[in-house]
């Protein structure tokens, strides 16, 4: 069974740092890229950031470029966000999920919410 | 960045009507890497349709999609119980993956 399995979300005060981890199993890890997409509460899906199966190429969202860093181990199936620089409107769930080469995003973590707040 | 337009924004219906939705791009989506998703309060996105009109594995057959280039559809030939949910489109041909802003099937 795939499973994707989301952690590391909570309470942040604006300007601080999380570390999102995403561990994968029930599926070859290493030949999927994998994103990070987030949404507010209330509103709709927004793509964060993508890494390509071999851990090269980060791609951001320009609203968390520079802030965020995303990252994977192979070796461990584990996809990570790294989480700096935290304003109000950084406040989601945060999904990971995978995605097969010219396929669509098919497999979803049940999500861990980030809350930024004083 | 591709921007994906979805109508209407909430569909009311009851059960065993037709839900048709549709999608609209600012751009054309080569090889209609168009996808269709659905979620419930709480979850995740699921994966309903991929390619603008392929089901995804356990989808049934009264769900369908269809488009190309700019516009898409998605289509619930009868609504069950289990389709009152929001449901976004995305596209997945270029980053930034882009999403729809969702459109709500709810039970009139």
């Known amino acids: 069974e795939v499973q994707l399995v989301e952690s590391g979300g909570g309470l942040v005060q604006p300007g601080g740092s999380l570390r999102l981890s995403c561990a994968a199993s029930g599926f070859t890890f290493s030949v999927h890229w994998m994103h990070w997409v987030r949404q507010a509460p209330g509103e709709g899906l927004v793509w964060v950031a993508r890494l390509n199966p071999d851990g090269s190429g980060p791609t951001y969202a320009d609203s968390v470029r520079g802030r965020f860093t995303i990252s994977r181990d192979n070796a461990k199936d584990t996809l990570d966000l790294q989480m700096n620089s935290l304003r109000a409107e950084d406040t989601a769930v945060y999904y990971c999920a995978s995605q097969r080469l010219d396929s669509p995003v098919d497999y979803w973590g049940q999500g861990t919410l980030v809350t930024v707040s004083s | 960045e591709i921007v994906l337009t979805q109508s209407p924004a909430t569909l009311s219906l009851s059960p065993g009507e037709r839900a048709t939705l549709s999608c609209r791009a600012s751009q054309t989506i080569v090889r209609s890497f168009l996808a269709w998703y659905q979620q419930k309060p709480g979850q995740a996105p699921r994966l309903l349709i991929y390619?603008?009109?392929n089901r995804a594995t356990g989808i049934p057959d009264r769900v369908s999609g269809s488009g190309s280039g700019t516009d898409f559809t998605l289509t619930i030939a009868s609504l069950g119980p289990e389709d009152f949910a929001v449901y976004y489109c995305q596209q997945y041909a270029y980053l930034p993956l882009t999403f729809g802003g969702g459109t709500k099937v709810q039970i009139k």
């Open positions: 390619g603008a009109s």
